[in-house]
């Protein structure tokens, strides 16, 4: 791939392109995750010289993605111009994660979404992209102990928005 075999990254871009594009949605994109995922590749393509021979490929791209999704939710902030309440298009959710009842799944998102971005990002992370701690590290470009205590103040405000119930309260 770094010897500039475009067949070889369009492997590769073809198999995390997916989880690309529900990162870029989840983590503010909205509309426009397409376009984030675009420019994300154009921009892992290019630093492919920086990429560390041996590590994972997906966290480093992850982290590429959140990094773009980021710029442009400030962009779109700074323009006035940003997007509402955006819902997560059902084909994007991972099918072997299906919630039985939708309405308590878009009460999750919507609270997901309420978070403050560094919290968001790292539930995202963590539970909506199921990447572990060191992965969710490398993607957000934190150290692992910061992974560790934002997603426990996240788990926290989503806990005091939610109601749980028994069940629900033993997987949170």
């Not at 099918?95 to 995202?124: H, S």
């Not at 539970?127 to 701690?133: C, I, Q, S, V």
């Amino acid at each position: 791939m770094r010897s500039g075999d475009l067949d070889a990254y369009a492997e590769l871009v073809d198999r995390h392109a997916p989880v690309a594009l529900r990162t870029a949605v989840l983590l503010g994109a909205g509309a426009d995750a397409e376009d984030v995922v675009q420019e994300a590749l154009v921009k892992a393509y290019r630093s492919l010289g920086r990429y560390r021979d041996g590590a994972p490929f997906r966290p480093w791209l992850l982290r590429i993605v959140a990094n773009e999704a980021r710029n442009h939710h400030r962009s779109a902030v700074r323009r006035g111009a940003r997007e509402q309440g955006v819902p997560l298009p059902p084909e994007l959710l991972d099918p072997g994660e299906q919630v039985a009842d939708r309405q308590r799944k878009e009460q999750l998102l919507a609270a997901v979404g309420r978070l403050p971005e560094r919290l968001r990002a790292v539930v995202v992370c963590r539970y909506l992209l199921e990447l572990d701690e060191a992965e969710t590290a490398t993607a957000l470009g934190v150290p692992r102990g910061t992974v560790k205590s934002r997603l426990n103040r996240g788990l926290s405000r989503l806990r005091e928005q939610l109601p749980t119930t028994e069940w629900e309260a033993d997987r949170v």
